[in-house]
Nanobody
Framework: RLQLVESGGGSVQAGGSLRLSCSVSGDTNGNYYMGWFRQVPGKEREGVAHIDTNGRTFYAESVKGRFTISQDNAKLTLYLQMNSLKPEDTAMYYC???????????????????WGQGTQVTVSS
């Protein structure tokens, strides 16, 4: 079973940058599909970015060109580099993982079985 712990959230002004990290521990022998999601209270969870076991990346249209997902397998860490942040990026951000995610569902949260506790990102105008 995987344990995921996010860090790196905080408060930033519009146009600024943040890098989120997700530390992975537990059953790390397998290959996992990883994703970042975000949620604002009262709204549905939104898939932000995904990286598959071959390193291919997928992004929500709302963050394309601004966010970059990456991973350091040696450090067992997933990252989300967020640039040109906007107030509408304000949310709790979660990392998630599963051993298999079909390509058509990479941004669907209900496909992922392991979740972190979240890290808050606040972008002020």
């Amino acid at each position: 079973r995987l344990q995921l712990v996010e860090s790196g959230g905080g408060s930033v002004q519009a146009g600024g940058s943040l890098r989120l990290s997700c530390s992975v521990s537990g059953d790390t022998n397998g290959n996992y599909y990883m994703g970042w999601f975000r949620q604002v209270p009262g709204k549905e969870r939104e898939g932000v970015a995904h990286i598959d076991t071959n390193g291919r990346t997928f992004y929500a249209e709302s963050v394309k060109g601004r966010f970059t997902i990456s991973q350091d397998n040696a450090k067992l860490t997933l990252y989300l580099q967020m640039n040109s942040l906007k107030p509408e990026d304000t949310a709790m951000y979660y990392c998630a993982a599963d051993s298999w995610i079909p390509r058509w569902a990479v941004l669907q949260g209900d496909r992922y079985s392991a979740w972190g506790q979240g890290t808050q990102v606040t972008v002020s105008s």
